[in-house]
């Protein structure tokens, strides 16, 4: 996974990093957001019409093992569960290919982002970083917000705490440009849809919980058989804008299912693990491409920067 050739890239990507620390501190060996995880792993198995979308090789064999990273929102690794910043949840997954091969994707369970641009997202996080979420009135929050209606419909968006990362639904950010062996390509978003059907608490149940309450009902749940996840492709139709991570597809685009992931066991030496893995939101794999959406090299870049330093704190 190399850093992009464009130096204007990796500089936007030190100044979000920095800004990161800025507003959740500095916490050596955790990821800058999304600081607090766990790792589980099991294996995907494709869908029988799944081939149709798509010729990359874990979409064409009978299965795949997998790595998932469920995590909290926030660069604050003991954030508790109940705390309404934890939301959105993450979720991060590993498709092991080969020996040192692999794809990933990376989603969290409110569906799209706040800006189109990394530039964008950078100003909306110096914002944050100024101001007292708590007060917004003249703050350079509320004035960026006022001036960002999609920052700010991704915020007033709803974020409720699911009742387990077992039954909340995960979305990827930014849409894939997907092709089949025949060489026909269509645009889509991933969708991860619990099996068990997703479910919320309300404020008041939520409060109630414990401060790691997901984390201890994911390792119970676990215990007692696999957890299942659907991963679905919502597909674009022409006409709709395939590199804009704001903007929403209409509810009656068809929606592909790709295959089931079943979590069968904790991966061992879960903090090492979670210290070391470096997710790439840039798939790398043939038969699924990055759009143009300008957030993927960006991502990817942080998530390298972030993941390196992250490693050196070993």
Same mark, same amino acid.
């Not at 934890?86 to 409110?110: C, K, M, Q, Y």
């Not at 939520?206 to 401060?211: L, T, V």
């Not at 492709?233 to 704001?246: I, K």
């Not at 893995?277 to 790398?284: G, T």
């Given at each position: 996974?190399?850093?992009p050739?464009?130096e204007?890239?990796?500089?936007?990507?030190?100044? *979000?990093?920095?800004?990161?620390d800025?507003?959740?501190?500095?916490h050596?060996?955790?990821r800058?957001?999304?600081?607090?995880?766990?790792?589980?792993k099991?294996t995907?198995?494709?869908?029988?019409?799944?081939a149709?979308?798509?010729?990359?090789?874990?979409?064409?064999?009978? @299965?795949?093992?997998?790595?998932?990273?469920f @995590?909290? @929102?926030?660069?604050?690794p003991?954030i508790?569960?109940?705390?309404?910043? %934890?939301?959105?949840?993450?979720?991060?997954?590993?498709?092991? *290919?080969?020996?040192?091969?692999?794809? =990933?994707?990376?989603?969290?369970?409110? =569906?799209?982002?706040?800006?189109?641009?990394?530039?964008?997202?950078?100003?909306?996080l110096?914002?944050?970083a100024?101001s007292?979420?708590?007060k917004?009135?003249?703050s350079?929050?509320?004035?960026?917000?006022?001036?960002?209606?999609? %920052?700010?419909?991704f915020?007033?968006?709803?974020?409720?705490?699911? @009742?387990?990362?077992?039954?909340?639904?995960?979305?990827?950010i930014?849409?894939?440009?997907?092709?089949?062996?025949?060489g026909?390509?269509?645009?889509?978003?991933?969708?991860?849809?619990p099996?068990?059907?997703? !479910?919320?608490?309300?404020?008041?149940?939520?409060?109630?919980?414990?401060?790691?309450?997901?984390f201890?009902?994911?390792?119970?749940? *676990?215990a007692?058989?696999?957890?299942?996840?659907?991963?679905?492709?919502?597909?674009?139709?022409?006409?709709?804008t395939?590199?804009? %991570?704001?903007?929403?597809?209409p !509810?009656?685009?068809?929606?592909? =299912?790709?295959?089931?992931?079943?979590?069968? !066991?904790?991966v061992?030496?879960?903090?090492?693990?979670q210290?070391?893995?470096?997710?790439?939101?840039?798939?790398?794999?043939?038969?699924?491409?990055p759009?143009?959406?300008?957030?993927?090299?960006?991502?990817?870049?942080?998530? *390298?920067?972030?993941?390196?330093?992250?490693?050196?704190? !070993?």
């Amino acid at each position: 996974m190399p850093l992009p050739a464009d130096e204007r890239i990796v500089a936007l990507s030190q100044d *979000l990093l920095q800004v990161f620390d800025t507003i959740f501190g500095l916490h050596p060996g955790f990821r800058p957001a999304h600081a607090k995880g766990a790792m589980l792993k099991g294996t995907f198995t494709p869908s029988p019409g799944a081939a149709s979308l798509t010729r990359a090789p874990h979409v064409n064999r009978k @299965s795949t093992p997998v790595t998932v990273r469920f @995590s909290d @929102s926030t660069g604050v690794p003991v954030i508790p569960d109940n705390d309404p910043n %934890a939301n959105p949840r993450g979720f991060a997954v590993r498709f092991h *290919l080969a020996e040192r091969v692999h794809t =990933d994707i990376v989603s969290h369970s409110t =569906d799209g982002f706040p800006t189109r641009t990394g530039q964008e997202f950078l100003e909306f996080l110096r914002a944050l970083a100024a101001s007292d979420p708590s007060k917004l009135a003249g703050s350079p929050l509320e004035a960026y917000l006022a001036a960002h209606p999609k %920052a700010l419909a991704f915020v007033q968006a709803p974020k409720p705490n699911p @009742s387990s990362f077992a039954r909340e639904s995960y979305f990827g950010i930014t849409a894939m440009r997907f092709t089949n062996k025949d060489g026909v390509s269509r645009y889509g978003r991933y969708r991860i849809v619990p099996e068990a059907g997703a !479910e919320h608490l309300s404020d008041s149940a939520a409060a109630a919980k414990g401060a790691n309450f997901l984390f201890d009902e994911l390792a119970e749940r *676990l215990a007692k058989g696999p957890i299942k996840f659907n991963i679905q492709v919502q597909l674009a139709n022409d006409g709709d804008t395939v590199d804009d %991570a704001t903007s929403h597809w209409p !509810e009656d685009r068809t929606v592909l =299912d790709l295959g089931t992931i079943a979590l069968t !066991e904790p991966v061992a030496d879960d903090a090492h693990e979670q210290q070391h893995i470096i997710f790439d939101p840039i798939p790398r794999v043939d038969g699924i491409d990055p759009s143009e959406d300008p957030l993927l090299e960006l991502r990817a870049a942080v998530y *390298l920067l972030s993941g390196r330093r992250r490693r050196a704190a !070993e």
